[in-house]
C-alpha cells in the first residue's frame, strides 16, 4: 500500500465521521415528526429510506442519531482519557500508598466486565444522555490508567530520568517533558481501538432501553423501537444496524492505520491489544 | 509438581477471593443506600394508599433501616453469607431462586458459545496462518474485521428475520428446544471469536519461526507432530492469556443477547430487575456474577500455568 493511498482512506473516514457530526444539519425533516398518514413505508422520494412506525423520516432520524451515538461515544471516550491518562500517570510517578490504592480500584473495575459494569450503573442510574455518559465513564477510563501507569514504570528507571531528577528537574517538568512524550503514541492507538467499542456499547445500552430514550433517534434505540415491526418493513432494522456497523468499522480500521503510524514498540503494542 | 509450589499461590488466590467478595458485598450494600427512590414509600405504595408519617417510621424501625449503616451492612453480609437475598420485588419468590432457575440457561448459552467460538478459532486461525498472504487470510481478515463491528444484537435480529420469519427453521426466542440455543450461540461467537482468531493466526505464524521448530523440522520430525506438539502448545498461551480478558466480554454480551431473544436467563432477570428497580436481584446479580467471574479468571490462569511451566516456576521464586 502506497502512502497515498492511506492518506485517501484515512480521509474518507473522518470525511464519513464529519457528516455524522453535522449530520441533523443534513436531515431534510424533523426526525421527530409523527406523521400516522404515512406509517412504515418503503423508499420513496419525499422519505429516501422510507418511514417508520410512527411515519417519521428514517433517513432525517438516521443522520440525527449520528450525533447521539457517535457524539455520545467521543464525548465519552474524551472524559475518559482526561480522567484515566494523569491518574495512571501521577499513580505511576509517586508509587507507595496513593498507586495501592489506586490500583485496588482500577483491579476491581477491570474485575467486572463493562458490558455488567455499564448496564447496572446506568439502569441504576436511570436512563438519559448524562447517566449513559457517567456508565461508559465509569467502565472506560480504567484502561487508560493501567496503560500509563505501567508506561511511567517502564521509564521511571532509565538513566536519563535518574540524571533529570539530580539535574534539578521538578516532578510536573519530569512529567511533561520526559513521560507525556512515551505515553501519548500508545494512548491514542488504544483510544482510536476504543472508539468502535464505545459505540457498540452505547447502541447496546439504548437496545436495551437504558440509554437515550426515545423519541430521540439513537441507533439502537431506533432497532429497539421498530422491533415488532421488522416483518412489515425490514429497513426499520436493516439502516440503523447498517449505520452503526459502517461507523464501527471504520472506526476500527482508522485505529489500525494508526497503530501502524505510530512508532509503538512492541510491548506497547501487546500492552494495547491486551487491554483493548 | 511440588505441592508447595501450589500451595503458595493457593493461599494468595484464597485471599484474593474473600477480598473481592467483600468488596463486591460493600458495592452492592452500597448501591441501595445510593440508589435515588425510597424502598418504604414504594412497599408502601404511597401514591394508592394514604399512611401517616407515624407508619412510614414503624415500617422504618421494623426494617432496620434507621440502624446505624454497619449494623445494617452486618445483617445484609449475614444473609449473603446464607445465601439469602430476600425475596424478588417483581415475583415474590426467592431472589436465590429466581436466580438459580435462570442461571443454567446463561451457562448453556456461554458454554455453547465458547466452543462454537474454539472451533472458528482453529479451524479460521488456522487457516489464515497455514495459507498466509493467500485469498484465504484476506477472508478471515475481513471475517474478523466484520465480526467485531456488527452489533450483537442487530446480528442476532436479522438471523432472527432471516431464519425464524423468513425461513421458518428456528425458532425466534426462547429455549423451549435446543434449536432455540442455536441462533443465539452464532450471534455471539461472531462477535467474540475475532480477537481469538487474530491471535492464533499470528502466535502460529511466529511459533513456526521459532528455533526449537526448526530444529525439529531439521531433525526430519513431521510436520504434524511439529504441529501438534511444538507450534501448537507454544500459540495456546497468548490465546489462553486473551481468553482471561475476554471472558467478561462473553458475559456481557450474553446479557444482550439473552435481551434479543428472549432467553430467561441471567442477563435478561437483571435487566428487568433494573428497570423496576428490584434490588435484592441486583444485588445477587453482581456478587454471584463477580464471583463467578473470579472463579472462571482461577480457572484461566492455572490452566495457563500448566501450559507455561516457566510461569509457576517464576511464581515459586517470588514465594
Redesign the interface.
Known amino acids: 500500500m502506497t502512502k497515498l493511498k492511506i492518506d485517501w482512506g484515512v480521509a474518507a473516514v473522518l470525511l464519513l465521521l464529519g457528516v455524522l457530526m453535522i449530520g441533523p444539519l443534513l436531515a431534510p425533516q424533523d426526525p421527530e415528526l409523527v406523521d400516522l398518514a404515512v406509517r412504515l413505508q418503503g423508499p420513496s422520494s419525499a422519505h429516501l429510506l422510507g418511514t417508520d412506525n410512527l411515519g417519521r423520516d428514517i433517513l432525517s432520524r438516521v443522520l440525527t442519531g449520528a450525533q447521539v451515538t457517535v457524539g455520545l461515544s467521543l464525548l465519552a471516550l474524551s472524559l475518559a482519557i482526561l480522567i484515566g491518562v494523569p491518574l495512571g500517570l501521577v499513580s505511576g510517578w509517586i508509587g507507595g500508598r496513593f498507586d495501592w490504592v489506586i490500583m485496588r480500584i482500577v483491579d476491581?473495575f477491570i474485575?467486572?466486565?463493562?458490558?455488567?459494569v455499564a448496564?447496572?450503573l446506568s439502569?441504576?442510574l436511570?436512563p438519559g444522555f448524562v447517566n449513559m455518559l457517567i456508565a461508559i465513564l465509569a467502565v472506560k477510563w480504567v484502561g487508560y490508567t493501567r496503560l500509563v501507569r505501567s508506561l511511567v514504570l517502564q521509564e521511571k528507571t532509565r538513566d536519563y530520568l535518574m540524571i533529570s531528577k539530580l539535574a534539578g528537574g521538578s516532578n510536573s517538568r519530569i512529567l511533561r517533558q520526559h513521560m507525556v512524550p512515551h505515553i501519548v503514541g500508545p494512548t491514542l492507538a488504544l483510544a482510536t481501538m476504543d472508539i468502535?467499542k464505545v459505540i457498540?456499547l452505547v447502541?447496546?445500552l439504548s437496545?436495551?432501553?437504558?440509554g437515550v430514550q426515545p423519541p430521540s433517534p439513537e441507533w439502537?434505540a431506533m432497532?429497539n423501537d421498530g422491533?415488532a415491526y421488522?416483518?412489515q418493513a425490514?429497513e426499520l432494522?436493516v439502516i440503523?444496524?447498517l449505520a452503526?456497523?459502517i461507523v464501527?468499522?471504520s472506526a476500527?480500521?482508522l485505529g489500525d492505520q494508526l497503530m501502524k503510524r505510530f512508532t509503538i514498540s512492541p510491548e506497547d503494542e501487546r500492552m494495547t491489544s491486551?487491554l483493548a | 509438581m511440588r505441592p508447595a509450589t501450589w500451595l503458595v499461590p493457593l493461599g494468595k488466590w484464597v485471599a484474593q477471593g474473600i477480598g473481592f467478595f467483600f468488596v463486591l458485598t460493600i458495592i452492592s450494600f452500597l448501591i441501595v443506600q445510593l440508589a435515588p427512590g425510597d424502598a418504604v414509600l414504594s412497599m408502601l405504595r404511597i401514591d394508592t394508599v394514604a399512611v401517616t408519617q407515624d407508619e412510614i417510621e414503624a415500617l422504618r424501625n421494623e426494617l432496620g433501616l434507621n440502624d446505624p449503616a454497619w449494623q445494617q451492612y452486618v445483617r445484609f453480609l449475614g444473609g449473603v453469607l446464607q445465601g439469602d437475598f430476600g425475596a424478588s420485588l417483581m415475583t415474590g419468590k426467592s431472589v436465590m431462586g429466581e436466580l438459580s432457575k435462570a442461571f443454567p440457561y446463561t451457562l448453556m448459552l456461554a458454554g455453547a458459545t465458547m466452543a462454537v467460538v474454539i472451533v472458528i478459532t482453529f479451524v479460521l486461525g488456522g487457516l489464515a496462518a497455514r495459507f498466509r498472504g493467500s485469498l484465504v487470510d484476506k477472508g478471515v481478515a475481513a471475517f474478523c474485521t466484520a465480526g467485531a463491528a456488527v452489533p450483537t444484537f442487530w446480528l442476532g435480529l436479522l438471523l432472527i428475520d432471516l431464519f425464524a420469519v423468513r425461513l421458518h427453521i428456528l425458532p425466534s426466542s426462547g429455549m423451549a428446544t435446543a434449536a432455540g440455543l442455536v441462533l443465539p450461540t452464532v450471534a455471539l461467537a461472531i462477535a467474540i471469536a475475532p480477537p481469538y482468531i487474530k491471535i492464533l493466526r499470528n502466535s502460529l505464524i511466529e511459533a513456526s519461526g521459532r528455533e526449537f521448530v526448526r530444529a525439529a523440522r531439521a531433525r526430519g520430525v513431521t510436520e504434524s507432530v511439529i504441529f501438534g506438539k511444538h507450534t501448537l502448545r507454544d500459540s495456546l498461551i497468548p490465546l489462553v492469556t486473551i481468553l482471561g480478558v475476554s471472558l467478561g466480554s462473553l458475559l456481557g454480551g450474553t446479557v444482550i443477547v439473552e435481551v434479543t431473544f428472549g432467553i430467561p436467563g441471567v442477563g435478561k432477570l437483571a435487566v428487568e430487575a433494573l428497570a423496576r428497580r428490584d434490588y435484592g436481584v441486583i444485588q445477587a446479580f453482581i456478587i454471584v456474577v463477580g464471583m463467578a467471574i473470579f472463579v472462571i479468571n482461577l480457572l484461566v490462569d492455572l490452566s495457563y500455568r500448566a501450559l507455561d511451566p516457566s510461569i509457576s516456576l517464576k511464581g515459586a521464586e517470588r514465594a
Not at chain 1, 474485575?111 to 455488567?116: G, V
Not at chain 1, 437496545?207 to 437504558?210: A, E, H, K, P, S
Open positions: 476491581t474485575a467486572l466486565p463493562d458490558y455488567i448496564i447496572v439502569g441504576l436511570g468502535g457498540l447502541a447496546s437496545f436495551i432501553g437504558m439502537g432497532l422491533r421488522f416483518a425490514p432494522m440503523p444496524g452503526i456497523f464501527v468499522a476500527s480500521w491486551v
